[in-house]
């Protein structure tokens, strides 16, 4: 990768990773399948208007737009409203990658190969740990809660690998428009009308500005660039700067909202980034960044 792309992935890394603890900020005003509906409904509105059609077919839009819009940030807002930390939160989120192979054998046929069930195998290790260290001391519903997203999540990647949008961003825009609906209809339900009116008289400047952040940095920026990256790279070398998503997370977690980091937190998140690394970095790919490099030192020299 170029130095100027090497620097946007890394930067898209940190959007990520800080939008944890922005979600955070937002969550103490906003209920959680309210705060997730206005994020979609602030992604999608205006910008639907001028992106153009999909250019996919509507099941596919639907689909992803239930599973990775309304279902996994549904899910992920309520866990940490229910108490789990926002550092934890951007950590046990990345095992996705065990859930994106479960769904993708189940549904496409893929086997994963050898290499593969051993990352996974090392990133569940550290998930482990994490329930483990979260489960003594708070509410273990908010872990599986989070979970429950990032299995969302995985089956969402699954379609969207189906679906095979020409234009990520203006994917992403569309399936923005799906979740607002039926996440407004759970939060009148779960969260209540008069709690969804209550918190949204009460809205206050740092309300806004996260979610201004989740919905247009976090979203929209931030999906637009990686897309971005992915039409113009191997996806293989892309992918592992999303590795850098729960360093990131958990830093400014502990920098900006005093979450702990223990040593048992530690060695989990060492294990999952590990796992998620031998899971998705192939040889194929150090071949690949191997000979490029010879290539640029034989043009110099």
């Known amino acids: 990768m170029k130095p100027a792309h090497v620097v946007l992935a890394v930067t898209v890394a940190v959007v990520w990773g800080v939008n944890f603890v922005v979600i955070d900020v937002g969550l103490r005003t906003l209920p959680p399948l309210l705060f997730t509906a ?3 409904t602030v992604a999608a509105l205006p910008a639907v208007l001028f992106v153009g059609r999909p250019r996919v077919p509507p099941r596919w839009v639907l689909g ?3 599973s990775t819009g309304a279902l996994q940030f549904g899910l992920m807002f309520t866990g940490m409203h229910m108490g789990m930390p926002a550092g934890l939160t951007s950590l046990v989120i990345q095992i996705q990658v065990l859930f994106t192979a479960g769904f993708s054998a189940a549904l496409t046929g893929e086997r994963p190969t050898v290499r593969q069930w051993i990352g996974m195998a090392v990133a569940l290790g550290g998930v482990v740990l994490v329930g483990v260290d979260y489960g003594q001391s708070s509410p273990v519903l908010a872990f599986l809660l989070v979970l429950a997203g990032a299995a969302s999540w995985g089956l969402g990647n699954v379609l969207t690998r189906k679906a095979a949008p020409p234009d ?3 994917f992403m825009v569309w399936i923005s428009v799906v979740p607002p609906l039926p996440l407004l209809t759970a939060s009148l339900l779960i969260e209540g009308a008069g709690a969804d009116l209550e918190a949204l008289r009460h809205m206050n400047l740092s309300a806004l500005a996260s979610l201004g952040y989740v919905a247009w940095f ?3 920026l931030g999906y637009g660039s990686w897309s971005a990256l ?6 293989t070398t892309v992918a592992p700067y999303a590795l850098l998503v729960p360093v990131f997370g958990m830093t400014s977690a502990a920098l900006f909202v005093g979450e702990p980091v223990t040593p048992l937190r530690a060695v989990a998140a060492a294990l999952v980034v590990l796992g998620v690394a ?5 040889r194929r790919n150090a071949r690949a960044v191997r000979g490029t490099a010879t290539d640029r ?4 020299g």
């Open 278 to 282: 031998v899971a998705t970095v192939t």
């Open 38 to 40: 206005l994020r979609f």
């Open 297 to 300: 030192l034989t043009k110099v």
């Open 168 to 170: 990520g961003f203006r």
């Open 230 to 235: 992915i039409r113009r790279y191997q996806a």
């Open 64 to 66: 992803v737009g239930l």
């Open 218 to 220: 976090a979203t929209l």
